[in-house]
């Protein structure tokens, strides 16, 4: 059955139907095309031809004629829309004219870079020209690198690379920064929070090195749709770009379905899970032959999910092999083979996290299922968008969770379909960040007196920091590194974490083998001793965490059940920047706090009925965070009217009810924020609701907050006003269970007090 | 909290300024001369034995006078924010060795003491320096580069002691640092030597406090660096002259090796020849054996492994190489067949002894055992015809041989 027939006989079916909140066809778009502009090399035109490419589509052909005019491009595109061409096809065009010139190409991943250098290497083989493209990054061996640096035309390498490996090794590379006339970014959106506003420094370091050698790189950029492309790239190199978003791929009919699973308990609001609905919408659609890829929000759920399919299709040797997961931790020999495998048509089922959201070749898909909604438009939209191919029919799924974000979503499509995905937030200027990225600077070029960098904030307050602290010597007009450390192996860019735990597989004792690897913030959630740890549907028990040495040792097990650890946050005041009071004597503050995660508990939960079957304890250390944060604290004389029991539940309901609204009106990811409440609060002494970057140092989530203070609680009182339940459930203020019967009552009653 | 409260709490301890430089136009000099008779030989050394020990391209007449010595002290690793703060170069005079130290008392002065550096390679037609070609050279390459100043004087032959060293020593010795050679190859121990990780400290202290007496230990330390290049070049170089001279039979078969590299084979049976009755014998006659089979010399060769056998050398492996050459050369199965009994034996021997790689020693054994038996059949049932068979696929290798030994009967 094709993705066609499988829509109809949906439709037909009532029992399906009736849980369908919308069905939308996204009809089929042409193709709009312009002929090759005059600033395209002659020599390609044979190459495109080999391909049957005659002419550009709009979006290509305006970013090369921007790019020709000498702007700094920032081209937004779907998914299979052809964006690679609007940078190879420039940079093609200028090495061709001046065998000198450099590129270089940045990707937020090895995985991605080795994907786009063969279609390069495709294009400049059938050119037939000399040409030289290298991949620069922690595979290259020792003995290439020299022929890198040396003649590499066009150096790919990912933003970790270019930070530790080029930047403080410029003299090595001067051929490139002399000559380097393009700066290609990819995947532009996945800058956000903290590996953006390091990638703006790291952006910044590089231009203080060209103006050094001379050159004036041009930058061209590329994003998925997201709110605020323009925003995002001028922030990331502190440039003004000129932004096209005119989308000339043609581009197949989608339908876009949104599935509510069925309340199954009217009284708590309770409605059947996601997983199981997910498990037999996946199983149909593998059943059918049509290859699909599940997309899930946690790894734990990829696992789960992968697990239910393998069973379904297993051989009688029990292998599976058509239906594969995809996540983070895996290691990237494994990755690259389920990604060859779905080009080729022999995987016919992947369950992934958002790791395959990025642009990654698997070849464009038929299905799509959603379980559960990614957490921002822009993720759903890249998600949706593995589904669909230039021409034939494609259908996404969306199920939606009973997490309050995804009824939100699945009761108004429309606020989806149409409203827009979410703005990339960073600040580059984040103290933490900033500060590193300066010392990282300073080592590799001095800086002398009256020197900026890039647009960065005080850097003579900086500078004379540095002095006083003995890193920086300052003397007849220069500062300089006067220190033995290497400041870029100080700092990690994607955490604040600088090392990955690495897991080994101890089954066997005499090969241990390493399976997979997790970040310092994770681990304790999920390598804890004990914790049952899933590997391609496969269960493993953690036997040791050796926190120090950033090792967990599993091994293979089969039981039942899954855990699942509970997390303790306590927080302390570093800061307090501005407050000012409102309704009465509440208090709203925005400042800095010191975060501390610690986790002390997990549950067992059996597999199939989700039924807690018991706990366990878990001794770990804490981990610490330092961010900005806001806060709301209560006025006494209201906190004093409300026995103390029922003061938690309804500050529990308002925490909850932040946490909905939060993300849409900040337009940020749910995980990008934290909302807690303290009913005696060690920063305020008081009641006090808690919001806070979920990230080291902030990228401006809680400055952002601040200013809407007020319109963020009002919302949160209409969320609840609205919600039909009477005791509370888990789209407004939580359920019942957590939250007790007067937990809605008084959550509803402090707003409105609160925002009288 | 302002900017630098913040800077503080982010991650400061506090610090004291320091005290201004004063403006200057040139970096410091420091001279050290030496007696000529502590460099035994310098002045003998010629471009014919330093051609023996490296594959360098040198200039047509080689003056050992113009051999510049280098080695400098660095804030640290490397890295484009790494300098060389004290820069000595050292070179043979009439009269004895002396040692020129330039050193920046502070970040102002590099561009005059790179000016020394240029000036004084400039003078000279070889470089030599330990681990220079990955460290010192790239270093100053970098900070020629950072002030914008010429490199090109950087590209005069490079003689790096490091490598040579490695090659000559590192089967004996292991670890093979600058103050291990001194200790052990030269027998002159340092004595209070300051350790090389505290010197960026020392450095960085310095700039605070401008007490040069600070800087005295380094200093002395750069000085005895570079008088010690000179005088294990050329304790080397005696030693490339005078192989027999060499107490160690390992340090004689590790110069074989470096010489066969060099493609000096001459040179390097010799080196092995004279180290068969030390401790690497096993390894001098292997060495030997396999050189003498590159080139074809295959009874040289086979005489080599007889020898062996004769003095219990280098275990099964001289059974198993004459049984291939009584096989594949000579043709001659029945010699063949009786080496690789003998190997067996030889083997169940060590068997007894639990080796572990003897276990796959022994399968290949059997196997070749194996084939020879049917090889002796089919001679005996078919005369000559598989000899003159075998002989058609005389330069095949051993592998090759081997699967097609056996043509249907």
């Known amino acids: 059955m094709n993705v066609s027939q499988l829509a109809e006989q949906l439709r037909q079916d009532h029992m399906f139907m009736k849980d369908v909140t919308r069905w939308e066809v996204i009809p089929a778009r042409k193709a709009r095309t312009l002929p090759f502009p005059a600033c395209m090399d002659e020599r390609i035109k044979p190459a495109l031809a080999k391909r049957g490419i005659y002419e550009l589509y709009t979006h290509q052909a305006k970013s090369l004629e921007a790019t020709a005019r000498g702007e700094d491009v920032t081209v937004v595109t779907p998914t299979a829309s052809g964006k690679t061409m609007c940078y190879n096809l420039p940079v093609l065009s200028a090495i061709l004219k001046n065998p000198d010139a450099r590129a270089l190409y940045l990707f937020p991943t090895k995985a991605l870079s080795a994907d786009q250098v063969s279609e390069l290497y495709d294009m400049i083989e059938e050119m037939g020209v000399d040409i030289k493209t290298y991949t620069y990054d922690g595979d290259t061996p020792a003995a290439a690198r020299k022929a890198v640096r040396q003649a590499g035309h066009i150096v790919v390498t990912n933003p970790d690379m270019l930070h530790s490996g080029i930047l403080p090794h410029h003299t090595k590379w001067v051929k490139l920064f002399e000559n380097l006339q393009y700066i290609v970014i990819d995947e532009i959106h996945s800058y956000r929070g903290v590996f953006g506003s390091n990638l703006a420094n790291v952006l910044r370091r590089l231009m203080r090195l060209c103006e050094f050698y001379g050159s004036h790189p041009q930058y061209i950029l590329c994003s998925a749709t997201i709110a605020n492309p323009r925003e995002l790239a001028e922030t990331l190199i502190g440039r003004p770009v000129t932004l096209i978003d005119d989308n000339g791929a043609p581009m197949g009919e989608r339908h876009f379905v949104f599935y509510n699973p069925p309340v199954v308990n009217r009284q708590l609001g309770i409605r059947k899970g996601a997983i199981p609905v997910v498990r037999s919408i996946s199983g149909m659609l593998l059943k059918n032959g049509i290859q699909a890829i599940t997309f899930a929000r946690s790894r734990l759920t990829v696992e789960v999910l992968t697990r239910y399919l393998k069973d379904m299709v297993r051989d009688p040797l029990g292998n599976a092999g058509r239906v594969r997961g995809y996540r983070g931790g895996y290691l990237p020999g494994e990755r690259r083979e ?102 990282c600077a300073a080592f590799e070029l001095p800086f002398e007196d009256g020197d900026g960098f890039g647009n960065a904030p005080g850097p003579e307050e900086l500078l004379d920091y540095l002095s006083e602290e003995g890193i920086l010597h300052h003397v007849e007009g220069k500062y300089h590194w006067s220190a033995e450390d290497f400041p870029a192996s100080e700092i990690s860019l994607r955490s604040a974490a600088a090392e990955n735990f690495i897991i080994v597989d101890i089954s066997d004792p005499a090969h241990h083998r390493v399976v997979g690897e997790m970040d310092r913030f994770t681990a304790p959630m999920l390598l804890h001793e004990n914790a049952i740890y899933m590997h391609e549907g496969r269960q493993f028990q953690v036997e040791k965490l050796d926190f120090d040495a950033c090792k967990a040792f599993i091994r293979a097990v089969d039981v039942g059940y899954y855990t699942d650890a509970d997390l303790n946050i306590n927080l302390s005041l570093l800061d307090i920047e501005k407050e000012e009071p409102f309704a009465g004597t509440a208090v709203a503050a925005l400042g800095e706090i010191k975060v501390t995660a610690l986790v002390t508990m997990f549950k067992k939960i059996k597999f199939d009925t989700h039924e807690t079957l018991g706990f366990g304890h878990v001794r770990l250390p804490e981990t610490d965070m330092h961010t900005t944060a806001m806060w709301w604290t209560l006025p006494d004389e209201l906190a004093e009217k409300i026995p103390s029991d029922r003061l938690k539940n309804g500050m529990m309901g308002i925490a909850n009810l932040l946490r909905i609204v939060c993300p849409l009106y900040l337009m940020c990811a749910p995980q990008d924020i934290a909302v807690v409440y303290q009913v005696r609060s060690p920063i305020t002494d008081k009641p006090t609701v808690i919001f806070y970057d979920n990230c080291p140092g902030g990228i401006g989530l809680a400055h952002k907050a601040y200013g809407m203070k007020q319109l963020l609680l009002e919302k949160a009182l209409q969320v609840a006003e609205d919600c039909p339940c009477e005791y509370g459930c888990p789209s407004c203020v939580g359920p019942v269970g957590e939250v007790g019967e007067d937990g809605k009552r008084t959550a509803i009653r402090l707003l409105r007090e609160l925002t009288k | 909290m302002n900017l630098r409260d913040k800077l503080r709490a982010v991650g400061g301890t506090g610090g004291q300024p320091r005290p201004a430089g004063e403006a200057t136009t040139d970096c410091r000099h420091f001279a050290v001369y030496r007696e000529a008779e502590e460099f035994p030989g310098a002045y003998d050394l010629t471009r014919e034995t330093l051609q023996l020990m490296s594959d360098l391209e040198l200039p047509e007449i080689l003056d050992p006078r113009k051999i510049l010595y280098l080695d400098t002290e660095t804030t640290g690793l490397g890295g484009s924010g790494t300098v060389a703060f004290l820069v000595g170069m050292g070179y043979l005079t009439d009269h004895g060795f002396e040692v020129h130290q330039f050193l920046m008392r502070d970040y102002p002065e590099e561009p005059y003491l790179l000016k020394h550096v240029a000036a004084g390679l400039g003078k000279f037609d070889v470089l030599c320096t330990f681990n220079g070609t990955t460290f010192d050279v790239p270093l100053l390459e970098s900070r020629f580069l950072m002030n914008r100043m010429d490199r090109s004087c950087l590209e005069i032959p490079h003689l790096d002691l490091l490598h040579m060293c490695r090659r000559l020593w590192k089967l004996r010795l292991g670890r093979c640092n600058l103050g291990r050679l001194e200790e052990v190859i030269l027998g002159k121990p340092r004595t209070d030597d300051l350790p090389g990780s505290e010197v960026p400290q020392r450095y960085f202290t310095y700039l605070k406090t401008k007490r040069i007496e600070l800087l005295e230990d380094i200093l002395k330390h750069n000085a005895q660096d570079i008088a010690s290049l000179c005088v294990l070049l050329n304790h080397m170089a005696e030693l490339y002259l005078h192989p027999e001279k060499i107490r160690f039979s ?144 005389n330069q095949t290798t051993e592998k090759g041989t081997e699967g097609r030994g056996n043509p249907p009967v």
């Open chain 1, 338 to 439: 389920i990604e060859r495998g779905l080009r080729a048509g022999q995987v016919d089922a992947v369950v992934s996290t958002n790791a395959l959201e990025l642009g990654i070749d698997i070849g464009a898909l038929d299905a799509c299922v959603l379980c559960g909604y990614p957490g921002t438009i822009a993720s759903a939209w890249q998600q949706a968008g593995r589904a669909g191919r230039r021409q034939g029919t494609s259908i996404v799924f969306f199920v939606a969770s009973s997490a309050a974000i995804d009824q939100y979503i699945v009761n108004h499509p429309d606020y989806f379909l149409h409203q827009s995905p979410e703005n990339a937030l960073l600040n580059p200027d984040n103290l933490y960040i900033l500060l590193s990225h300066f010392k």
């Open chain 2, 250 to 393: 390992e340090d004689v078969y590790s110069m074989g090796r470096a010489l066969e590299k060099l493609n000096r084979t001459e040179n390097a049976r010799h080196c092995y020849r004279l180290a068969r009755r030390g401790r690497a014998g096993d390894l001098a006659g292997q060495a030997l054996a396999v050189s003498y089979r590159r080139t074809g010399e295959r009874e040289q060769a086979a005489e080599v492994w007889r020898e062996m056998i004769r003095d219990r050398k280098g275990g099964i492996t001289p059974y198993i190489e004459l049984a291939k050459y009584e096989e594949h050369i000579r043709r001659n199965i029945p010699a063949a067949l009786e080496m690789t009994e003998r190997a067996m034996a030889l083997c169940s021997e060590m068997t007894l002894r639990a080796e572990e790689t003897v276990q796959q020693t022994q399968n290949e054994l059997q196997y070749r055992y194996e084939r020879l038996r049917r090889r002796m059949k089919e001679t005996e049932n078919h005369g000559n015809r598989i000899i003159s068979e075998g002989f058609q696929s």
